[in-house]
C-alpha cells in the first residue's frame, strides 16, 4: 500500500489547512488509518484515528474540538480537517495504513503503512 499525503503549507495562527492522503490499496475500506506528527526535536506522536468505516474515531486532547479525520473508501482517501491552528501544531504530518479486515477499531499504534509526510507551519 502507498500513501501520498498532501494539503501542508504555511498558515497563520488561527487558521486551517486540509491535509489529504490518498491511498493505492483496492481494499482501502479494509484499513484503519491515522495521522501521526512529529515536531523538530520532539517524538512521534499520534493526532488522531479513524476505523475501517469512518464511524470510530479517536482525537488527541491536545487537538481535539480543532481536528476532525474523516474518509472516503470511494476515493481511497483519508482527511485531515485542520481548524484554529496554533504554532505548536507545526510539524511534519503523516499518515498511516493499518489493516483490519472491518473490525470495528480504530488504532493508536502498530500501523504496517506510512506516507513520507507533509510539513505544516503555523506561524504566530
Known amino acids: 500500500v502507498q500513501l501520498q499525503a498532501s494539503g501542508g503549507g504555511l498558515v497563520q495562527a488561527g487558521g486551517f489547512l486540509r491535509l489529504s492522503c490518498a491511498a493505492s490499496a483496492r481494499t482501502f475500506s479494509m484499513y484503519a488509518m491515522g495521522w501521526f506528527r512529529q515536531a523538530p526535536g520532539k517524538e512521534r506522536e499520534m493526532v488522531t484515528a479513524i476505523n475501517w468505516s469512518g464511524g470510530n474515531t479517536y482525537v488527541a486532547d491536545s487537538v481535539k474540538g480543532r481536528f476532525t479525520i474523516s474518509r472516503d473508501n470511494a476515493k481511497n482517501t483519508v482527511y485531515l480537517q485542520m481548524n484554529s491552528l496554533k504554532p505548536e501544531d507545526t510539524a511534519i504530518y503523516y499518515c498511516?495504513?493499518?489493516?483490519?479486515?472491518?473490525?470495528?477499531?480504530?488504532?493508536?499504534?502498530?500501523?504496517?503503512?506510512w506516507g513520507q509526510g507533509t510539513q505544516v507551519t503555523v506561524s504566530s
Open positions: 498511516a495504513a493499518k489493516w483490519t479486515n472491518y473490525t470495528a477499531c480504530y488504532y493508536l499504534g502498530g500501523y504496517d503503512y
